[in-house]
């Protein structure tokens, strides 16, 4: 049990390093180099980003890449995207540009609305609390000004607090739900804090008034918390063009018949359309991550939405009608531009300024449009030459480092692998042919 | 129209850098600068990591972290963590020495199978197409034998191809199922590889026999592809102790049974259940991002897996029987310690080290522990004092970051604030009163 221990988060960046690599690492001074060897040089810069979480050891990196010919709402840009995964940067530029001929993507904002709620349980009369919600109704939202006033002057806030009775799913369990407008920011401190203190007000200024028999500690507050479900905060994003036009420019018969076929499938059929959202996300979280933004609360908002029928779905939907192609999709984003790291980061703030500095309305149309474009990306190679030929490429090079292979090396292989399965047997079979071979 | 580009991919990173910051930035030079501060010193390193994506410009640094204490079927880890939100590393640690004294976290494999489709249409008769499948089934698993040997050698391969009618769905369209066991790989290169040979066979072998008279044109492959939905690819994990243990621990009162409520809650509402399971993904995400796995694929497949019962809810699960308090979490979880970049990222090949180089379902068994670790501390806090409290402490270093505060500054005000309520403007009233004031 020598592998515990107390008061880790005390010691120092040095002292933790020395205490992991000591108890989990065979070779201690070389695991140290690999950890070191990510520290930047900036002491400065260095503990700027140490304090983002708690026990930073290193930095990790992902690489921060560029999308760029997106054409949107009449407007260029280059997208800032940061994903690990190989293939996809290829696929959103391949797909934006071919766009960018064809009119490009047109978004829109459907709705912008978040909640939260106050969960407690209360084991009286229905009809007292909610006389008693009704009435201190107006001292919760008064209760929460210091937190809200700021919000206010932005144009946004508290924008209504109502009463839920949820006792016929648990006994005494009633929701206060609160929708709120954050404006430019994702919001969830605000939120929380707005939530924590009408809870508190809730409870406490019950004893106020005797007229409605309720005393604080008839009421439990289970929890406060915003909701990362937020089907209310909703933005659109289409392209469409001729059919001829499009079967045309992918030179491939009966394509957009087919690409409509496949969006379909993900509709009917889970297995794929899991996939499928999957592909977009590959699009979404890389520039959510690029510009600041809580890239687990967008999955977990847009996979839920993706299940509110009742079956989960894929979120894209395409028609051909008078000879019209149209792929559009409609998520829930709830983004922000202040706030969090987004003023923090470096690089987030560098991708923001390379987006024009959008605010969130607008970061949530681009992030619709790059979603849109990766999900097209993938299905045009899925219904075309399949998904492995570009991927392959992509991986190729990976496997090749990893075999330390040199830049000739690695020249001659993207050729010879054009037309060949790559796994890591045939290439490093390959490898061990070439070097005994006198081509290099 | 000046900020389109034809060929951006084939210019040097150099060359990409000016043409982004010559139109896109008003800063050029401080924006050349900021990107270059985080490239590594080392070129072969910078390389490899320019090489995971395509027009990689930069690294972005996200924390690598440590969440000690881990006690998981008896053996002790510490978790690598890569996350940029606050407070998730300190939330992960604080459960993981609790349930360290608690007997720890017990956990298991429940089955670790994968699939992948064909999906085709046929408009011809069923009975044909299900004759010519079951005729060429054995054709179509020996056709992908150059792919699965050396997987098979592992122990793994292709379990079963089925084919399977959903022209009740859409007209003429059937899947082709096929189950995998890719062993310590998470497998999507080879199941989409071996996908794609059995395609191309089943098409193309169609006028072998002319009995079933099929011909390849009357079957049109749609496409082929793993699937991230993965019910079949389950992990559990559990912590359980005595009742009174846990609430004398915890030090609150009728504690189990609040956090029972509160786990039954995101059972039955979808606003509570995506929040719940986004804190559950705080922590999968963050030790599958270390460990070199796709955050996109674990998403995808464990949200799908919340709505499976036609209703979007809560992952885990809490009871109190025979004065035992249990908490549960039932996830899939297709992950891979080899393959992708798992060999190729030294810091993740770093954190494989670190958890002493788990095999596949060993990884699966302590990421489903961090899962359910998170989601403990994320309830205990927002059952007790709130989640604000610990979140906003966090929050408070940022903003102080923002506004520049050096080192003094910062902790004076995180013991100004230990009681008041942090946000941006507090914060900087706070430091411009302390700046006129003497007591620096």
Same mark, same amino acid.
């Given at each position: 049990?020598?592998? /515990?221990?107390?008061?880790?988060?005390?010691?120092?960046?040095?002292?933790?390093?020395?205490?992991?690599?000591?108890?989990?690492?065979?070779?201690?001074?070389?695991?140290?180099?690999?950890?070191?060897?990510?520290?930047?040089?900036? /002491?400065?810069?260095?503990?700027?980003?140490?304090?983002?979480?708690?026990?930073?050891?290193?930095?990790?990196?992902?690489?921060?890449?560029?999308?760029?010919?997106?054409?949107?709402?009449?407007?260029?840009?280059?997208?800032?995207?940061? #994903? /690990?995964?190989?293939?996809?940067?290829?696929?959103? *530029?391949?797909?934006?540009?071919?766009? *960018?001929?064809?009119?490009?993507?047109?978004?829109?904002?459907?709705?912008?609305?978040?909640?939260?709620?106050?969960?407690?349980?209360?084991?009286?009369?229905?009809?007292?609390?909610?006389?008693?919600?009704?009435?201190?109704?107006?001292?919760?939202?008064?209760?929460?000004?210091?937190?809200?006033?700021?919000?206010?002057?932005?144009?946004?806030?508290?924008?209504?607090?109502?009463?839920?009775?949820?006792?016929?799913?648990?006994?005494?369990?009633?929701?206060?739900?609160?929708?709120?407008?954050?404006?430019?920011?994702?919001?969830?401190?605000?939120?929380?804090?707005?939530?924590?203190?009408?809870?508190?007000?809730?409870? +406490?200024?019950?004893?106020?008034? +005797?007229?409605?028999?309720?005393?604080?500690?008839? #009421?439990?507050?289970?929890?406060?918390?915003?909701?990362?479900?937020?089907?209310?905060?909703?933005?659109?994003?289409?392209?469409?063009?001729?059919?001829?036009?499009?079967?045309?420019?992918?030179?491939?018969?009966?394509?957009?018949?087919?690409?409509?076929?496949?969006?379909?499938?993900?509709?009917?059929?889970?297995?794929?359309?899991?996939?499928?959202?999957?592909?977009?996300?590959?699009?979404?979280?890389?520039?959510?991550?690029?510009?600041?933004?809580?890239?687990?609360?967008? /999955?977990?908002?847009?996979?839920?939405?993706? *299940?509110?029928?009742?079956?989960?779905?894929?979120?894209?939907?395409?028609?051909?009608?008078?000879?019209?192609?149209?792929?559009?999709?409609?998520?829930?984003?709830?983004?922000?531009?202040?706030?969090?790291?987004?003023?923090?980061?470096?690089?987030?703030?560098?991708?923001?300024?390379?987006?024009?500095?959008?605010?969130?309305?607008?970061?949530?149309?681009?992030?619709?449009?790059?979603?849109?474009?990766?999900?097209?990306?993938?299905?045009?190679?899925?219904?075309?030459?399949?998904?492995?030929?570009?991927?392959?490429?992509?991986?190729?090079?990976?496997?090749?480092?990893?075999?330390?292979?040199?830049?000739? +090396?690695?020249?001659?292989?993207? +050729?010879?692998?054009?037309?060949?399965?790559?796994?890591?047997?045939?290439?490093?079979?390959?490898?061990?042919?070439?070097?005994?071979?006198?081509?290099?």
């Amino acid at each position: 049990m020598g592998k /515990e221990i107390k008061g880790f988060s005390k010691l120092s960046k040095e002292e933790k390093t020395n205490w992991i690599v000591d108890n989990f690492f065979k070779e201690t001074e070389a695991s140290k180099i690999i950890l070191k060897q990510y520290w930047n040089d900036d /002491e400065n810069l260095q503990r700027l980003h140490d304090e983002f979480s708690e026990n930073t050891l290193s930095n990790f990196y992902l690489p921060f890449s560029i999308a760029p010919n997106f054409l949107i709402n009449d407007k260029i840009y280059s997208i800032p995207m940061v #994903i /690990e995964e190989s293939s996809v940067i290829a696929a959103a *530029s391949k797909s934006a540009k071919l766009w *960018s001929s064809l009119g490009g993507f047109k978004t829109k904002i459907i709705s912008k609305i978040k909640n939260g709620q106050v969960h407690f349980t209360y084991l009286g009369e229905k009809e007292l609390i909610t006389s008693y919600f009704n009435y201190i109704k107006p001292t919760l939202i008064q209760d929460t000004e210091t937190i809200t006033s700021n919000m206010k002057k932005r144009g946004g806030g508290i924008i209504d607090i109502e009463l839920i009775n949820r006792t016929h799913d648990m006994k005494g369990y009633y929701q206060i739900n609160v929708s709120f407008d954050t404006v430019d920011a994702m919001g969830a401190n605000f939120i929380n804090s707005c939530l924590e203190q009408i809870s508190k007000s809730f409870k +406490e200024k019950s004893s106020l008034s +005797e007229e409605y028999k309720i005393q604080p500690n008839d #009421i439990t507050i289970i929890m406060s918390i915003l909701s990362n479900y937020v089907p209310e905060c909703i933005v659109k994003a289409e392209v469409s063009c001729k059919v001829e036009e499009l079967d045309k420019i992918e030179n491939y018969e009966n394509y957009s018949e087919k690409f409509v076929q496949a969006v379909k499938i993900a509709q009917l059929d889970t297995s794929r359309a899991v996939t499928h959202n999957k592909g977009i996300m590959n699009g979404i979280d890389a520039i959510s991550i690029a510009t600041g933004n809580d890239f687990r609360a967008i /999955e977990a908002g847009i996979h839920a939405y993706a *299940s509110k029928e009742g079956k989960y779905k894929g979120l894209s939907k395409a028609k051909i009608e008078n000879d019209m192609f149209n792929f559009s999709i409609k998520i829930p984003l709830a983004l922000g531009t202040v706030g969090g790291i987004t003023n923090l980061h470096p690089l987030v703030k560098l991708a923001l300024e390379m987006l024009d500095n959008p605010n969130a309305e607008e970061l949530m149309q681009i992030t619709a449009a790059v979603g849109l474009a990766q999900n097209y990306g993938a299905l045009r190679s899925l219904i075309t030459s399949g998904i492995q030929q570009g991927h392959m490429k992509m991986h190729l090079i990976n496997i090749l480092n990893s075999l330390k292979a040199n830049e000739d +090396e690695k020249k001659l292989a993207v +050729e010879f692998f054009k037309d060949k399965i790559v796994n890591n047997r045939n290439v490093q079979n390959y490898l061990i042919k070439l070097r005994n071979s006198d081509e290099l």
